[in-house]
């Protein structure tokens, strides 16, 4: 059984800083795409960042470019989402997210999310 279990959520003043993880389990994702997602109350589901299965192609999103960066540890199966000079509206649902494939495209499987709260 595959489990995308997230964790480093919590809350922080705006101008902070927090690390999300993903850790993966139940299969090997060391050569496919993962990435992060992020759900606000009352918006629909944002894309924040994805890396390729090789860890060289990165894509991050336009509202948090400059401030986010996304890394994968391969041995450990695992995602990271580093996100710096939070803002209030960087509050959400953060989300993990795995390909099957090696360059970034639909995820195939997703985490139960961790919450991230900026206060102003």
């Known amino acids: 059984q595959v489990q995308l279990i997230e964790s480093g959520g919590g809350l922080v003043q705006a101008g902070g800083s927090l690390r999300l993880s993903c850790a993966a389990s139940?299969?090997?994702?060391?050569?496919?795409?993962m990435g992060w997602f992020r759900q606000a109350p009352g918006k629909e589901r944002e894309f924040v960042a994805a890396?390729?299965?090789?860890?060289?192609?990165?894509y991050v999103g336009d509202s948090v470019k400059g401030r986010f960066t996304i890394s994968r540890d391969s041995a450990k199966n695992t995602v990271y989402l580093q996100m710096n000079r939070l803002e209030p509206g960087d509050t959400a649902v953060y989300y993990c997210?795995?390909?099957?494939?090696?360059?970034?495209?639909?995820?195939?499987?997703w985490g139960q999310g961790t919450q991230v709260t900026v206060s102003s």
């Open positions: 890396v390729s299965g090789d860890g060289v192609t990165r």
């Open positions: 139940g299969r090997t994702f060391s050569r496919y795409a």
């Open positions: 997210a795995a390909t099957t494939t090696a360059v970034w495209g639909r995820p195939a499987y």
